[in-house]
């Protein structure tokens, strides 16, 4: 079964950039990269996804290398309210077949302190 | 905005009993997923339907099974709850492709005596 790692826990500041690795060596040809952020009491929720490259929206970015075996959420100018668990989600590359299983990672806790 | 909603927030049984949790979502989505999430475990995935009475296991699917009968709804049965299914339920769905954004319920925390 493919495994995907991440940090078990980050500190910041307010207003500092943070990035957040995730590795994913299995990753097959054809799956996305997705990440969820989720708060205390709450089910996850979706923040960003893409295959490759660089993709960024109103909240964050996502740097993808070219061998696509690890992800970078990165979150600029975090601030008291991005204090939550973050997870990066793939295909399992291993399982073959049209239906990948998808696997998250065990999560990133962010805490940012003022 | 899509809206997936769980039967219970917090729910005690014991050791032995049958127990149902039902999730309901509003968007005619094709796909559904339950999750249990442990510390230091993240989320594993229990079962997923792609469509209705269609079932896919996944990770973890020893001691439960898994219900679709109306495209809406997606029930999870443990058929005797054990004390290590102690655990955050979180139910999921998602359009058509398992790889787009999913859309996840609040849980429901079951503790099993």
């Known amino acids: 079964l493919a495994k995907t790692t991440q940090p078990i826990s980050m500190d910041s500041y307010e207003g500092q950039e943070v990035n957040i690795t995730c590795s994913h060596n299995n990753i097959a040809t054809n799956d996305y990269i997705t990440w969820y952020q989720q708060f205390p009491s709450q089910g996850p929720r979706f923040i960003i996804q893409g295959y490759k490259t660089k993709v960024t929206n109103e909240v964050a970015s996502l740097f993808i290398p070219a061998d696509r075996k690890s992800s970078t959420l990165s979150l600029p100018r975090v601030s008291l309210s991005d204090t939550a668990v973050y997870y990066c989600l793939v295909g399992d590359g291993s399982q073959g077949g049209a239906t990948n299983k998808l696997i998250f990672g065990t999560g990133t806790l962010l805490a940012v302190q003022p | 905005d899509v809206k997936v909603t769980q039967s219970s927030r917090y729910l005690v049984k014991r050791t032995g009993e049958k127990v149902f949790l039902e999730c309901v979502q509003d968007m005619d989505h094709e796909n559904m997923f339950w999750y249990r999430q442990d510390p230091g475990l993240g989320l594993r995935l229990i079962y997923f339907s792609y469509d209705v009475k269609m079932k896919e296991k996944g990770d973890i699917p020893e001691g439960y099974s898994v219900s679709r009968e109306k495209k809406e709804r997606f029930s999870l049965i443990l058929e005797s709850a054990s004390t290590n299914q102690t655990s955050m339920y979180l139910c999921?769905?998602?359009?058509?492709?398992?790889?787009?954004?999913?859309?996840f319920g609040p849980g429901t925390r079951l503790l099993v005596l």
């Open positions: 999921a769905s998602s359009l058509i492709d398992p790889q787009e954004t999913q859309y």
